[in-house]
């Protein structure tokens, strides 16, 4: 089973960016469609991006259209999240997971492994 580890979150202001990453291990994340979700307090954990296996294919969140844009590079066992514009709503807790289909999904049950979640914080 792949492990799943978050890195990058932290405080910025609004209209700043942030680069958050998702390291693998146990497993190669190639195998692996993988997103990113987040939540906040009090919410339920929603859907933010995915990408496919090769990479090929993306799909966004309308609320991160335009502004947030997720990557891989299966050479490093890594998935990224680059968030510009950051925008107070957008404070919560980010979560990477693995699908093992290879096109992946906005829909939360249908990954099988999540990381620990990695804080991000907009301040207005």
């Known amino acids: 089973q792949v492990q799943l580890v978050e890195s990058g979150g932290g405080l910025v202001q609004a209209g700043g960016s942030l680069r958050l990453s998702c390291a693998a291990s146990?497993?190669?994340?190639?195998?692996?469609?993988m997103g990113w979700f987040r939540q906040a307090p009090g919410t339920e954990r929603l859907f933010v991006a995915t990408?496919?296996?090769?990479?090929?294919?993306?799909y966004y969140a309308d609320s991160v259209k335009g502004r947030f844009t997720i990557s891989r590079d299966n050479a490093k066992n890594t998935v990224y999240l680059q968030m510009n514009s950051l925008k107070p709503e957008d404070t919560a807790v980010y979560y990477c997971?693995?699908?093992?289909?290879?096109?992946?999904?906005?829909?939360?049950?249908?990954?099988?492994?999540w990381g620990q979640g990695t804080q991000v914080t907009v301040s207005s």
């Open positions: 997971a693995a699908d093992s289909s290879p096109y992946g999904s906005s829909a939360k049950y249908d990954y099988e492994r």
């Open positions: 146990g497993r190669p994340v190639s195998t692996y469609a």
């Open positions: 990408i496919s296996r090769n990479g090929a294919s993306t």
